[in-house]
């Protein structure tokens, strides 16, 4: 399986959310008196559950022949963590000296001694955001990982923990959410889109290209239509099955992706290479380009769909630079490591 066109989606993902952030929360607050672009983008929040279910996707595509093989679940959870904590750490660390460097910035926790290491383990504490906002979905990673390894582990183990979690998660869903701690964010109903991409991994093999396009088009018509309802229309389902709804659309795109064979342009694949950088480090950066741009007067001369497309493109940057000059390297010197390792 080519990856492109689901590093196409990465990217698509990434900078929906970015774009929702901007739109939603920046724009209105910083340049134009409650303003925004317009609330049709106010849907990107959920690239986040695109790439939740890509998430469950690829984990099962890569790993399905390593259950009941205890050997591979160290690996497994060294090359997660490599994955997932590095770059996160650097975006974190920089985040906390500039609220350190300039008094009154930031959250409360920002200064508090537990919360910060909370964040940089990724270990949620009650009722506390992580310090760089949007880490809870990297908390939600971590924790999908943990259960995914133990089918690595022991498999018929595994697959009872997987099937508590699951019907844990199905109950919060019908009976409206668990509200004590940690049960609230264990059985968040956005952790049965991990279930949704392991699915979409089993029947993959199944599905023939023509079936993989026409997916495709229908995930992409279902994701928008949800989107442009609850936006335009204010039509939307109960709040704890909004996830659901797009997870479902998320996972017919997947699957087009995977097996429809569709163009993927090379700007748009090296952006879902770079899509994690660009998601770690968005809000900062437009936090940071606000107050430059406020400063210049560039809100004056520019519409607010005009000030989101110079966002988006400021964020971009950003992340590309980040992923060019720190993630790649990172991660080129993590593998090296271990060919090393394993040579000797």
Same mark, same amino acid.
């Given at each position: 399986?080519? #990856? ?81 904590? *590095?770059?996160? +750490? ?16 930031? *959250? ?29 979905? #990297? ?77 495709? +088009? ?44 569709? *163009?993927?342009?090379? +700007? ?77």
């Amino acid at each position: 399986m080519k #990856l492109d066109g689901l590093q196409c989606g990465r990217a698509v993902a990434a900078l929906m959310v970015a774009i929702f952030h901007a739109n939603l929360f920046l724009l209105p607050a910083k340049f134009y008196d409650g303003q925004g672009a317009g609330a049709i983008f106010n849907f990107g929040y959920a690239g986040v559950e695109f790439f939740f279910v890509l998430s469950g996707f690829i984990m099962m595509y890569v790993h399905d022949k390593d259950f009941g093989q205890p050997a591979q679940t160290v690996t497994f959870l060294k090359k997660r963590i490599i994955r997932i904590y *590095p770059i996160y +750490w650097v975006v974190l660390t920089g985040l906390i000296l500039l609220y350190f460097a300039s008094p009154g910035s930031g *959250p409360e926790n920002a200064r508090d001694g537990q919360s910060i290491l909370a964040s940089y383990l990724l270990v949620p504490l009650p009722g506390e955001d992580p310090i760089l906002r949007v880490a809870w979905t #990297l908390q939600h990673e971590m924790l999908f990982y943990l259960i995914f390894s133990v089918l690595l582990l022991n498999i018929r183990l595994g697959i009872a923990l997987c099937a508590l979690w699951g019907l844990g998660c199905v109950y919060a869903l019908l009976t409206g959410g668990l509200q004590s701690f940690p049960l609230d964010m264990v059985f968040k109903s956005h952790n049965l889109l991990f279930v949704f991409g392991i699915v979409a991994a089993k029947i993959l093999p199944k599905v023939t290209r023509t079936t993989a396009v026409l997916c495709f +088009w229908i995930g992409v018509a279902t994701f928008l239509g949800q989107g442009m309802l609850e936006t335009l229309a204010h039509l939307t389902l109960p709040k704890n099955a909004i996830p659901l709804g797009y997870g479902l659309s998320a996972t017919l795109v997947i699957l087009g992706l995977a097996k429809g064979e569709l *163009p993927a342009p090379r +700007w748009l694949t090296y952006l879902g290479d770079a899509s994690y950088s660009i998601y770690l480090v968005h809000m900062p950066t437009m936090a940071i380009a606000a107050v430059l741009l406020r400063k210049l007067g560039v809100h004056g001369m520019l519409p607010p769909l005009a000030m989101l497309v110079l966002i988006t493109g400021i964020i971009t940057v950003a992340g590309v630079i980040l992923h060019a000059f720190v993630e790649k390297p990172l991660m080129n010197a993590f593998k090296r490591k271990q060919a090393a390792r394993v040579a000797t």
